[in-house]
């Protein structure tokens, strides 16, 4: 027996023939489309329906769902840290030192090996769909959508900036002014394609920051994305003259953090099924507040 997923029509979408308003305002593929026809799973009105047959406002669009057929990495057992679960999403607390998916030589051991684990021993099919990422030794709040729908929706809400990603970070030095807006183009370093470099002829990035507190040495940062590009936090508070601790990318090596201090503490999105705003956190990793204790240690002896 199908599943259907309904969509009632609105008054700015009548006159689209079906198969745009699947791709368009929906976000099916062409390929897609071709398999929910094939199995009949495009009703309007709860009749069958030719793809070019224009809406009307009102009308009943319902569409099939059409289920995962794997789950597009190894399944492997691993623990994961489940900060939030429904039945369209769920937020994961990724450990630093771990990539989210597999990526070039590294098939195993990804976050993603050790969610499809999780559902599978649940008995649960989904294809792995992350809204967005975090670099290997970044920790913190990412999100997973479970159905290809799910995903859409989200990524609209990623695209209109209606998903609020929360970052703090512990930086070198004393950071002036104590908040502000960094605007620095972002491109592909070109000899290094796993690197970046600001440029003007980059991509438009900008990162919002303010101080939580000052150290004598450091200062710890609450950063909030209005662009999500590779490495932006990283590379715009190097720019700013302010490295994250531990990023020996942009920075250098600090022998007080193993890796860089950045932490996804937050992300606040509305949920899919009854259009709540909620925030889920992740709390500080060990080595983050021991960090953070060590600032303070040498702060108290300075003074």
Same mark, same amino acid.
């Given at each position: 027996?199908?599943? @259907? ?21 929906? %976000? ?115 999100? @997973? ?35 502000? +807006? ?14 970046? +470099? ?29 662009? %999500? ?39 606040? @999105?509305?949920?899919? %099924? ?13 080595? @983050? ?15």
């Amino acid at each position: 027996m199908k599943t @259907f997923t309904s969509y009632k029509i609105e008054e700015q979408h009548a006159g689209l023939p079906v198969e745009a308003y699947l791709k368009e305002i929906l %976000g099916y593929s062409g390929r897609k489309i071709q398999k929910l026809t094939r199995k009949k799973g495009i009703l309007l009105n709860k009749r069958s329906v030719f793809l070019q047959k224009n809406l009307k406002t009102g009308d009943l669009l319902q569409v099939a769902v059409l289920e995962d057929a794997s789950y597009g990495v190894q399944p492997e057992a691993g623990g994961i840290d489940i900060l939030y679960e429904d039945e369209y999403l769920l937020v994961l607390n990724k450990p630093p030192y771990q990539l989210v998916h597999p990526a070039g030589h590294t098939t195993r051991g990804t976050l993603a090996n050790h969610l499809a684990y999780h559902w599978q021993q649940q008995g649960l099919l989904y294809t792995l769909r992350p809204i967005h990422r975090l670099d290997r030794d970044t920790s913190g709040c990412i999100l @997973f959508a479970k159905d290809a729908q799910s995903q859409f929706k989200l990524e609209e809400q990623l695209k209109a900036r209606q998903i609020s990603r929360l970052y703090q970070a512990c930086v070198t030095g004393l950071v002036q002014p104590p908040q502000g +807006i960094i605007t620095a183009g972002i491109a592909v370093h070109p000899h290094r394609p796993n690197r970046r +470099i600001v440029s003007d002829q980059g991509e438009s990035a900008i990162t919002h920051y303010r101080t939580l507190q000052q150290f004598s040495i450091a200062t710890l940062l609450e950063l909030e994305l209005e662009t %999500g590009r590779t490495h932006q936090i990283r590379l715009h508070l190097a720019h700013l003259g302010h490295p994250v601790i531990g990023d020996a990318m942009y920075g250098k090596p600090s022998p007080f953090m193993p890796r860089q201090a950045l932490h996804a503490v937050s992300v606040t @999105f509305s949920t899919l %099924g009854d259009n709540r705003r909620i925030t889920v956190q992740a709390p500080l990793p060990t080595d @983050f507040r021991q960090l953070l204790d060590h600032c303070d240690l040498t702060q108290t002896n300075k003074t």
